[in-house]
Nanobody, 126 residues
């Protein structure tokens, strides 16, 4: 069974940086497109970024473009989210997710991802 474990969250001041990691168990990591989502208190889970199986393609929601970078290391079975210039509105629980369907396009939809981590809290103070 595939398991995803996020780490790297914490408390940071506005303008600061954090790097989230998501370690994925199993042998098929390089076959999965991966995504990062976030959920603020009282709000729905929303898409942040996605990366293709070979890392040749990435996709970001508009509010993080130019500030966040998604990357992956297939040898380490890990996907990363580098977050710079953090804002208080970035405060949320961040989740990584795997899309194991081999679809051609990267998705921003929660229902297209079938395996999820437990989440890591990111809090940005003003």
């Amino acid at each position: 069974q595939v398991q995803l474990v996020e780490s790297g969250g914490g408390l940071v001041q506005a303008g600061g940086s954090l790097r989230l990691s998501c370690a994925v168990s199993g042998r098929m990591f390089s076959a999965y497109a991966m995504g990062w989502f976030r959920q603020a208190q009282g709000k729905e889970r929303e898409f942040v970024a996605a990366i293709s199986r070979s890392a040749s393609s990435t996709y970001y929601t508009d509010s993080v473009k130019g500030r966040f970078t998604i990357s992956r290391d297939n040898a380490k079975h890990t996907v990363y989210l580098q977050m710079n210039s953090l804002k208080p509105e970035d405060t949320a629980v961040y989740y990584c997710a795997a899309d194991r369907t081999l679809r051609n396009n990267l998705s921003r939809f929660v229902f297209d991802y079938d395996t999820w981590g437990q989440g890591t809290q990111v809090t940005v103070s003003s």
